[in-house]
């Protein structure tokens, strides 16, 4: 649990940006293979993944810093405002960054916006999975609120990132009352929700029920289900118990006698229209005739033309 993966004099590279990218191009590969197995244009793939990778990033980014002012000063300055390199990106964000990619492509290359937009589905999780396994390296990044519910997690003392930023009154949401010190450092001592891991698991989620909804031949449908499914567990499991502040403060209960949820914040907020377009738009989906792949349409356009007739 150390922010840095690489350290050479002053040149350091954070396991956030590490796992992160790890992630995504695992994603694009896998992405990438599929394509190729349904008879898309790999050209295409390839470079549409590219820029929704760095699109997303940007999109990530800005949609963070515009729903968390509270991470920021008066003396911040552009590059703290850039810096993703201990964490700070907003995935709802890459979402919408991602499609506007996907939007662009369709209507430059004349292609079906679904039949590409589904394969991202895989890719989707492991980013999840990439971004917080660097949370937890990072430990400052995505905390969970303190709780009294079993199963808490208390974080070791050699975790300096998250210490160092919950026990900094400077720390925008911090947990600086249930700080000691220890030796000569301080020690945030009380159990939390390890949300970083639930963001972990979620992301493996993602993955393996993609696996499934590939199955489908309703161009559309996997693309529909990983946004309404991520919002869902998002919303409902990780940011319920996470340390971010309420946009609406309709229930917090957080202490060591206390379960640690809060409701509303930012991202429970938008994902409410998400999930609920998502369930309109696979609704309209599940009434479209399946279609199938193109390598499969191509073999039985084949198989249909009289002998001889290649």
């Given at each position: 649990?150390?922010?840095?993966?690489?350290?050479?004099?002053?040149?350091?590279?954070?396991?956030?940006?590490?796992?992160?990218?790890?992630?995504?191009?695992?994603?694009?590969?896998?992405?990438?293979?599929?394509?190729?197995?349904?008879?898309?244009?790999?050209?295409?793939?390839a470079d549409l993944g590219f820029w929704a990778m760095i699109w997303g990033i940007v999109g990530a980014r800005v949609v963070f810093v515009l729903s968390n002012?509270?991470?920021f000063s008066k003396t911040s300055t552009f590059i703290d405002y850039i810096n993703v390199r201990n964490g700070g990106l907003a995935v709802h964000g890459a979402l919408i960054a991602g499609m506007m990619v996907?939007?662009?492509?369709?209507?430059?290359?004349?292609?079906d916006f679904y039949r590409y937009g589904d394969l991202f589905a895989p890719m989707l999780g492991l980013g999840i999975i990439g971004g917080r396994l660097g949370n937890i390296m990072n430990g400052s990044d995505t905390p969970g609120r303190v709780t009294g519910w079993p199963g808490g997690f208390v974080w070791?003392?050699?975790?300096?990132?998250?210490?160092?930023?919950?026990?900094?009154?400077?720390?925008?949401?911090?947990?600086?009352?249930?700080?000691?010190?220890?030796?000569?450092?301080?020690?945030?001592?009380?159990?939390?929700?390890?949300?970083?891991?639930?963001?972990v698991i979620i992301g493996i989620i993602i993955v393996?029920?993609?696996?499934?909804?590939?199955?489908?031949?309703?161009?559309?449908?996997?693309f529909w289900q990983a946004i309404m499914w991520?919002?869902?567990?998002?919303?409902?499991?990780?940011?319920?118990?996470?340390?971010?502040?309420?946009?609406?403060?309709?229930?917090?209960?957080?202490?060591?006698?206390?379960?640690?949820?809060?409701l509303l914040t930012t991202t429970q907020v938008i994902s409410i229209p998400l999930i609920l377009v998502s369930m309109v738009m696979l609704y309209l989906i599940s009434k479209q005739p399946e279609k199938p792949h193109l390598n499969e349409a191509s073999l039985e356009q084949k198989a249909s033309l009289p002998a001889g007739v290649a």
């Open positions: 649990m150390h922010p840095e993966f690489l350290k050479i004099g002053t040149f350091s590279i954070a396991w956030y940006g590490v796992m992160m990218v790890a992630g995504l191009v695992s994603g694009l590969i896998i992405a990438q293979k599929l394509a190729a197995q349904r008879g898309l244009n790999p050209k295409i793939m002012p509270e991470a996907g939007l662009y492509y369709t209507f430059r290359h004349k292609m070791p003392d050699w975790a300096r990132g998250y210490h160092d930023s919950m026990c900094n009154p400077a720390t925008a949401e911090n947990l600086v009352q249930y700080c000691k010190k220890v030796g000569d450092q301080m020690v945030m001592t009380a159990p939390v929700h390890f949300t970083q891991l639930y963001g393996v029920a993609s696996y499934y909804w590939l199955r489908s031949k309703r161009p559309g449908w996997t991520y919002s869902i567990l998002r919303a409902g499991w990780e940011e319920t118990f996470r340390l971010n502040p309420l946009m609406f403060n309709v229930y917090l209960s957080e202490g060591l006698d206390k379960p640690g949820i809060g």
